[in-house]
């Protein structure tokens, strides 16, 4: 198996590494303060799937504030991860992006189909719908 690492900022993106270990990366933006959490996870998309890495990059603004879609536009783009799919699963302030390492297994999710959209405040989540 080939040995991968959690998402970067490009080169010359206003990030700045704050912390670094085995599982993440943390870093800030230089200008405005807001958050970057990088790691990378064993998923499955259904219990019976065998597992496969995806990465995970959360976004939030100082003073643990929900960033609008203009900044975590360009925030992707600084990560070169523009084709991750945003996916939150409890209300709060960190837009969370998915993305599978390998190409086979980048698909929509399916548990979208079983969810329901929420609104906490500014912030759009999704829970499975009670049956």
């Not at 870093?27 to 959490?37: E, G, L, P, Q």
């Not at 900044?71 to 799919?85: G, M, P, R, T, V």
């Not at 390998?102 to 500014?122: A, F, G, I, P, T």
């Amino acid at each position: 198996m080939r040995a991968y690492m959690q998402r970067i900022p490009v080169k010359g993106s206003p990030w700045s590494l704050v912390q670094l270990d085995y599982e993440s990366c943390v870093y800030i933006h230089d200008r405005d303060a807001s958050i970057a959490i990088s790691s990378i996870a064993p998923v499955r998309d259904k219990i019976e799937d065998e597992p496969h890495l995806e990465w995970l990059v959360s976004f939030s603004g100082k003073g643990k504030t929900v960033l609008p879609d203009d900044k975590i536009k360009q925030y992707l783009k600084d990560f070169n991860f523009s084709d991750a799919e945003e996916d939150n699963h409890e209300p709060g302030f960190a837009r969370k992006f998915f993305l599978a390492v390998e190409e086979k297994y980048r698909k929509k999710c399916e548990c979208k189909d079983e969810e329901q959209v929420r609104l906490s405040e500014n912030y759009v989540y999704s829970r499975k719908i009670k049956k």
